[in-house]
């Protein structure tokens, strides 16, 4: 089996690394810069979700891979104030998804502001720790609760949820049953 994970980020590719060992053993996992097709800072569930699908499709038709594997990044503003969430697609040839995300975290005004104008979580948690790639080690996560909670950490839960539809298809039906295409919205 060979699954490829749409993204070169340390953090991204570690999380899925270990979640997909544990998940197929004998897999070959690859990863490879993929690009989202969506904004650098996606500001919606919507847009969020459909990066990491687009990822996730480019990578298994683009690499010849069994699963293709997308994560992406986003911020939502709800009624409560402005989340950040990452979400995970899981495709397969026969159409299957799989989706996914790690924790829903309110975003303080000092990073909402800036991440709902268009700016990238990753490059202002650098400026904030003052060390760049902090945003691959720490994560946005890893600044707020100040360390109780890495970016790993938080990207392992979206992968494992996004196996769910493999790992128990006989729950889930068959592939053409799920709604992968939700369009994007901006």
């Known amino acids: 089996m060979r699954i490829v994970i749409g993204s070169t980020s340390p953090s991204k590719v570690g999380a899925a690394r270990r979640v997909l060992q544990q ?24 847009e969020t979700v459909q990066g990491a699908i687009n990822r996730a499709k480019a990578a298994l038709e683009r690499y010849r891979a ?13 009624p409560f104030g ?33 991440a709902l104008a268009g700016e990238e979580l990753g490059p202002i948690v650098d400026e ?37 539809p493999f790992r128990s298809p006989e729950l889930f039906g068959p592939a053409g049953d799920q709604r992968p295409d939700a369009p994007v919205t901006r």
């Open 23 to 46: 998940a197929f053993p004998d897999a070959e996992i690859l990863s490879l810069d993929i690009p989202s097709g969506v904004s650098p800072q996606p500001r919606s569930l919507e």
């Open 66 to 78: 069994d699963l293709g594997i997308g994560i992406e990044g986003g911020v939502e503003e709800t």
């Open 82 to 114: 402005a989340m950040m969430c990452a979400w995970v697609a899981v495709v397969d040839r026969g159409g299957r998804v799989g989706l996914g995300s790690g924790p829903r975290v309110m975003l303080p005004e000092v990073l909402a502001s800036r």
């Open 128 to 164: 904030l720790l003052g060390a760049e790639e902090a945003h691959e080690t720490h994560g946005t996560i890893g600044l707020l609760t100040r360390g109780l909670l890495r970016r790993e950490e938080m990207l392992e839960v979206a992968v494992a949820a996004a196996l769910a």
